[in-house]
């Protein structure tokens, strides 16, 4: 494997773990600057999902407590939250994964996507300013409040609108507070990447060998270090301040890329 190759997976894998849980969309960042670097690789689409695998780990570490009691069952109620919010997701994603992989990851989407998430979260902020009863503990998370989550949540099988930003948008819309939202969509975020790796790379196997593979290896170690840090960052900003920052970068972020991306 060339050294071009290498450097251009280590760039990624620490924009997709900087990004994976910032509510400003890995998936679209990967493609922008993917396009940038000419990252333009028969499997890079797998490339881009696959090295997930390490922010997915970088969540497991953070939150192993939760985990292990879970894994312990001695915490049904929030295994039970996180199974049903991750359904809607699961299903969908399971039926048009294949058409979303091969007719929406196009800069038009990517950046349209990014302008409505940043719309939503403009909204949601003003609606969090009025309501002052909230859910502030992932374990006191209803049943109801974990469905609707998933629901909101399904807006991310679009390229660009961000996972970790459609489980916030909605955890606050449906009475969460922000850091409990925030919490909650990383836990989430276990079973939705871990499902959308092992589908891509199911759908895209043949593209995966031993020539690439110090590619991919390159980017899940980078993906889990940046996303590590940004674990712990989020959850202490997100404690003080809104969602205003990230609408803002979204808004701008997306006019680039469609600006470019009709360049291209």
């Known amino acids: 494997m060339d050294t071009g190759s290498s450097l251009k997976a280590l760039i990624l894998g620490l924009i997709e773990g900087a990004t994976e849980f910032l509510p400003i969309s890995s998936t679209g960042h990967l493609i ?49 939250s996180l199974t049903l919010a991750f359904l809607p997701i699961g299903v969908f994603g399971f039926l048009f994964g294949r058409f979303i992989l091969e007719n929406l990851f196009d800069t038009f989407f ?21 309501e002052k ?10 049943k ?24 916030i948008i909605g955890g606050m819309y449906f009475g969460l507070n922000r850091s409990t939202a925030t919490n909650f969509s990383f836990l989430l975020a276990v079973p939705v990447i871990l499902s959308a790796t092992i589908y891509s790379v199911y759908l895209k196997f043949e593209q995966i060998n031993l020539e690439n593979i110090q590619v991919f290896v ?41 600006f470019f991306g009709n360049l291209a």
């Open 218 to 258: 390159i980017g899940f170690f980078a993906s889990f270090l940046s996303a590590f840090l940004v674990i712990r960052f989020l959850i202490s900003y997100l404690t003080k301040h809104s969602l205003l920052v990230f609408a803002v970068y979204r808004i701008f972020a997306g006019g680039l890329i469609i």
């Open 32 to 80: 922008f600057f993917g396009n940038l670097i000419r990252f333009d690789e028969e499997y890079s689409q797998v490339f881009d999902i696959s090295i997930q695998s390490g922010a997915l780990l970088a969540v497991v570490l953070f939150y192993r407590k939760d985990f292990v009691n879970i894994a312990k069952f001695r915490d049904r109620e929030l295994f039970l």
């Open 133 to 142: 009863r909230r859910v502030n503990n992932v374990q006191n998370i209803s």
């Open 144 to 167: 109801n409040h974990a469905i609707k989550i998933g629901l909101v949540q399904t807006l991310a099988l679009v390229p660009g609108f961000s996972r970790s930003g459609a489980a």
């Open 110 to 130: 990517v950046g349209l996507s990014f302008i409505m998430g940043a719309l939503l979260m403009l909204h949601v902020e003003f609606l969090h300013r009025k």
